[in-house]
Each structure stands twice: as structure tokens, then as C-alpha cells.
């Protein structure tokens, strides 16, 4: 089936920084999303991206969909404490009985220190 | 707006017994989904309803594991036997767009299942 590898699998930085994650797939999928889960939550969806090339802004988060459709980056701007947490890609394909699943990357796990 | 209620939160049981978790999504929403999580992963989907039908159970195994969404509105879904790797949260999830199911899925909080 279709996997995808996140990385980094952990990130360690200092308040302010930028932090800069990415997700490939070895099969391509028609729409990009990134999710963030807190601890004892579920995700919740940060970006959605439907065109490859597509470049989507959501406050200090800055997601693009790769032109090969087969990656996508997730930018964060001048980390907060807030932002801890683990982040996930994930891609899904339309048509058929599978409109709306979503393949999951395994996340990384983002730690910022005051 | 209510969001996607689950329960129990937490559940521990022995290898080879039974356990239930029940999921109420958000009002309206005619897509339900249920998905596991293994500790480290991501989540991996395990069945889809449209209203009260299956979409898509491919991921599901059907040996243990069976989910029903009677009426609608409600899911529960089930173990039966368990076993040591079935520990993981069970995450249900809902949408109301068709066009797009996968910018509204919003996440419940998850059951965390421990077997023993």
C-alpha cells in the first residue's frame, strides 16, 4: 500500500526559530494535508492543498504540494511554546469509494524550548 | 458547535476478551470514520460510513474487529478477541462534505486501549 516517510521524526529548537519538516510519498496523491495532534487529542487539521505547486499560508504556517505530487513541506515561522507537538502529513486521492481517506505519515514530533 | 464525543477515554482488558468503544459525531455529519493509531505512527484507517453504509473496510480486520453505524448517527465499533497488538487509540472521525470529506474530518479525542 501507500506510505509515507515524514522527516525529521523530531525536532528539538529554541522559541523564535524557524522549523521546517517535509513528507514523501512513493506514489502520488492529489491532495496534501498537515494535521497537528496534541497530547490526549486528536489531529487537527492545519493546511489543506489540492494543486501540485500550490503554496497555502495559515498564519505563521507555510505548506506547499510538490509539482511531482509526491511530497509536500510544512514551514513554521518563529516558533511559540504553543506549537509543541506532532505534526502529520497526509495525502488522499478522489474517486470511487475512496474520496476521504487519508494515508498518514508517521509525524514528527516538534519540542520548543523557552 | 459540539465537536465528535467518544467513550470511553481509556480502556484496559486481558488478551482474548471483548471491548466496545462508541463514537457520536458531529450533528449533521453523514461521514463517519474509525481509525487506529499505534503508538509512534500515524493514524491508520480502519472503516468508513456513509450514513449507514460501509465505504470502505479494506484496512479492517474482519477476523476480531467489527463496526456498525445503525440509524445513521452513532458507531460502535468492536474487538473480539483481543489481542497484545490491537493497543493503540482508536480515533473516530467525522465530515459533512462530500466534495471534500477530507478538509472537514474533524477528530475526536480517541480511546486508548491497553491489552494486557
Known amino acids: 500500500g501507500q506510505q509515507l516517510n515524514q522527516s525529521p521524526q523530531s525536532m528539538f529548537i529554541q522559541e523564535g526559530e524557524d522549523v521546517s519538516m517535509n513528507c514523501t510519498s512513493s506514489s502520488i496523491f492529489n491532495t496534501w494535508l498537515w494535521y497537528k495532534q496534541d497530547p490526549g487529542e486528536g489531529p487537527v487539521l492545519l493546511i489543506a492543498?489540492?494543486?501540485?505547486?500550490e503554496l497555502t499560508s495559515n498564519g505563521r504556517l507555510t505548506a506547499q504540494f510538490g509539482i511531482t505530487r509526491k511530497d509536500s513541506f510544512l514551514n513554521i515561522s518563529a516558533s511559540i511554546p504553543s506549537d509543541v507537538g506532532i505534526y502529520f502529513c497526509?495525502?488522499?486521492?478522489?474517486?470511487?469509494?475512496?474520496?476521504?481517506?487519508?494515508?498518514f505519515g508517521q509525524g514528527t514530533i516538534l519540542t520548543v524550548h523557552p | 458547535e459540539a465537536g465528535v464525543a467518544q467513550s470511553p477515554r481509556y480502556k484496559i482488558i486481558e488478551k482474548r476478551q471483548s471491548v466496545a468503544f462508541w463514537c457520536n459525531p458531529i450533528s449533521g455529519h453523514a461521514t463517519l470514520y474509525w481509525y487506529q493509531q499505534i503508538l509512534g505512527q500515524g493514524p491508520k484507517l480502519l472503516i468508513q460510513?456513509?450514513?449507514?453504509?460501509?465505504?470502505?473496510d479494506s484496512q479492517l480486520p474482519k477476523d476480531r474487529f467489527s463496526a456498525e453505524r445503525l440509524k445513521g448517527v452513532d458507531s460502535t465499533l468492536k474487538i473480539q478477541p483481543a489481542k497484545l497488538e490491537d493497543s493503540a487509540v482508536y480515533l473516530c472521525?467525522?465530515?459533512?462534505?462530500?466534495?471534500?470529506?477530507?478538509?472537514?474530518?474533524?477528530f475526536g479525542p480517541g480511546t486508548r486501549l491497553l491489552v494486557l
Open positions: 497526509a495525502g488522499s486521492n478522489a474517486g470511487g469509494t475512496s474520496y476521504g481517506k487519508l494515508t
Open positions: 472521525a467525522s465530515s459533512s462534505s462530500l466534495r471534500r470529506p477530507q478538509e472537514t474530518q474533524y
Open positions: 492543498l489540492y494543486k501540485a505547486g
Open positions: 460510513f456513509q450514513n449507514n453504509g460501509v465505504v470502505d
